[in-house]
């Protein structure tokens, strides 16, 4: 990168350090297995909430048949992990994943830093056959959580989701948010049930 002294711009160089940084690293905070719709296996799919806001499914299989295949040509590296399918599902981080039943129908749901709960169909993830590109991918299921009124009428920030946990025996998610509450959500209705 190129710089002028004469137009020196601190915010402009602080602002492109910091892009440099969150294209060359991302941390993963959850990791889920995907639905393990034959009993009789396990389960081959790996998903991963990260720090860019996306959710990417891994092939454990095809990680291990790379890995082998360094081991056996003395190559030592680590092998470089490439996504089968990946959506870009928040802006910002996501924190956390989880499917939402365990057969065809699943839908894999995510929560993030914007405040909402996403859901996507595991069917049309599993039939996706464009590998390792990202997938415009529309949510079939986006929750937002409410906003809260201050004194004067004004409207508190959109709070981030930390954590979601699901009961699919009354249709239910729980997601614990970043406003000390914890909200329940009615997936048929897409409201909230009630908030502790």
């Not at 492109?16 to 969150?22: A, F, G, M």
């Not at 590109?133 to 930390?162: A, R, T, Y």
């Not at 249709?171 to 909200?183: Q, R, T």
Request: charged share 20%.
């Amino acid at each position: 990168m190129v710089m002028d002294c004469r137009n020196w711009n601190e915010d402009s160089y602080r602002e492109s350090v910091l892009q440099e940084r969150e294209t060359q690293c991302r941390t993963v905070f959850r990791t889920t297995f995907g639905p393990n719709i034959s009993c009789n296996s396990t389960p081959d799919c790996l998903f991963a909430a990260t720090s860019d806001g996306s959710i990417a499914s891994y092939s454990i299989s095809s990680l291990l048949c790379l890995n082998r295949e360094n081991f056996e040509s003395g190559r030592l590296l680590a092998p470089l992990a490439e996504p089968n399918w990946r959506v870009q599902g928040h802006d910002g981080p996501a924190y956390d994943i989880t499917f939402y039943s365990n057969n065809e129908d699943s839908i894999l749901l995510s929560c993030g830093d914007d405040g909402r709960i996403r859901g996507w169909k595991w069917k049309e993830m599993s039939e996706s056959n464009k590998s390792t590109q990202e997938i415009n991918s529309k949510p079939v299921i986006d929750l937002v959580n409410p906003q809260h009124k201050g004194p004067w009428g004004s409207l508190s920030p959109i709070p981030e989701n930390n954590a979601i946990a699901v009961n699919p025996q009354n249709g239910s998610v729980f997601a614990a948010a970043g406003d000390s509450c914890a909200y329940c959500w009615d997936l048929v209705c897409a409201s909230v049930k009630g908030e502790k």
